[in-house]
């Protein structure tokens, strides 16, 4: 029996395509009664088997199959697909293994959990604390909003806000995983000299300031296509993300940073008025965005498309965040950015457990 990857120009964790050819009667049966609960696969002829896997379905054959050569060939194409993300302290394998990114805003307006209350180092190290016994990976720090509408502040106000909860959260967790929220340049650096793991930039790296801070300290990055600058590539959403990411992965790799420090994220949640509401089509974009051989973030928690575009209200927006997180897993993501760290655990927990039964 011959088995052979079919699409090698191009990387998924959704739909892995795997033919079986040169089979003999008895080889067919075996592999059908093998592969019986898979549901997409096909007969080409009496000899030829294609079928469709995701990872985690790919995974669980593997775990199960009997003859070892198949096995190491079907591994190998398993680990082609292999996603990881990783840094100078940190290194996620993603490819099965979705991870909790936790939001925790130093912000007195973020849309969803800005309080006063924020600005208090002793409570941000507390709530720090309970996220990562709820199963946080990184702890992500914002020191201004977002938000659609939101009231801009100078590079010198964020980062006063950042500096204290920063220092003492490096003093208190040395090895946590610690990414940075911002999209100033200035801010960047700062935080970079402090130590941080990650920089999440919602503009994507966009001009040549930020880009030589990536040059200079090579940090791991989220680069985000948030829709709010005019699209580059084509009118429909998918080509535009498709086009962005093509030229932005290139453009990262020159400054130096390795494939396995890139994260994307499709923007959910970035209303345009020129455009209307995208974020639908964005959060559909996962499968598309693995193609790529990165992370791709899931970062819809709480956001008001969820109440736009599914009418719940803003009390019921968890629920919306968990049944389209898991979907989106399904499709491909893999970095889920959240408030809610506990239930995303619980999500991720099940729906791994879902997968290998």
């Known amino acids: 029996m011959k088995i052979e990857e079919l699409n090698?120009?191009?990387?998924?964790?959704?739909?892995?395509?795997?033919?079986?050819?040169?089979?003999?009667?008895?080889?067919?049966?075996?592999?059908?009664?093998?592969?019986?609960?898979?549901?997409n696969k096909v007969m080409i002829d009496e000899t030829t088997l294609i079928v469709l896997f995701d990872s985690f379905e790919l995974e669980k054959q593997i775990n199960r199959w009997d003859d070892p050569n198949e096995k190491a060939q079907l591994q190998q194409i398993l680990n082609r697909q292999k996603i990881?993300?990783?840094?100078?302290?940190?290194?996620?394998?993603?490819?099965?293994?979705?991870i909790v990114y936790t939001i925790m805003n130093i912000t007195p307006d973020s849309f969803h959990d800005g309080a006063q209350e924020n600005l208090n180092v002793d409570s941000f190290l507390k709530?720090?604390?309970?996220?990562?016994?709820?199963?946080?990976?990184v702890i992500e720090l914002g020191g201004k909003s977002s938000r659609p509408g939101y009231l801009d502040i100078t590079p010198n106000q964020e980062w006063l806000r950042l500096e204290k909860p920063l220092k003492a959260l490096k003093k208190q967790f040395p090895d946590v995983t610690v990414a940075i929220d911002t999209d100033e340049p200035e801010v960047m650096e700062r935080v970079l000299d402090c130590g941080v793991d990650i920089i999440n930039?919602?503009?994507?790296?966009?001009?040549?300031?930020?880009l030589k801070v990536i040059e200079q300290y090579?940090?791991?990055?989220?680069?985000?296509?948030n829709g709010r600058t005019p699209f580059l590539y084509s009118d429909d959403v998918f080509e535009e993300l498709s086009g962005f990411y093509e030229h932005k992965k290139q453009e990262l790799l020159h400054t130096g940073l390795k494939k396995e420090q890139i994260?994307?994220?499709?923007?959910?949640?970035?209303?345009?008025?020129?455009?209307?509401?995208?974020?639908?089509?964005?959060?559909?974009?996962?499968?598309?965005?693995?193609?790529?051989?990165?992370?791709?973030?899931?970062?819809?928690?709480?956001?008001r498309f969820l109440s736009q575009d599914f009418g719940f209200s803003d009390q019921d927006r968890g629920f919306g965040n968990l049944m389209l997180e898991a979907q989106m897993i399904a499709d491909g993501g893999r970095v889920l950015r959240v408030h809610d760290t506990k239930d995303t655990k619980?999500?991720?927990?099940?729906?791994?457990?879902?997968?290998?039964?």
């Open 84 to 98: 990881v993300w990783s840094g100078a302290h940190f290194n996620f394998d993603l490819t099965n293994q979705p």
């Open 263 to 303: 994260c994307t994220d499709p923007g959910v949640g970035f209303y345009d008025p020129n455009r209307g509401g995208d974020s639908l089509e964005r959060a559909k974009s996962s499968e598309l965005l693995s193609r790529f051989g990165l992370p791709v973030m899931i970062a819809i928690s709480h956001k």
């Open 8 to 39: 090698t120009q191009s990387y998924s964790l959704n739909h892995i395509s795997i033919c079986f050819s040169e089979l003999t009667e008895i080889k067919r049966q075996m592999i059908m009664k093998k592969l019986f609960r898979v549901g």
């Open 201 to 210: 930039d919602i503009d994507g790296f966009d001009t040549d300031e930020k």
């Open 127 to 137: 709530k720090v604390e309970n996220q990562l016994i709820d199963g946080a990976s």
């Open 218 to 225: 090579r940090p791991s990055v989220v680069a985000m296509n």
């Open 346 to 357: 619980l999500l991720i927990d099940g729906f791994k457990k879902y997968k290998q039964a």
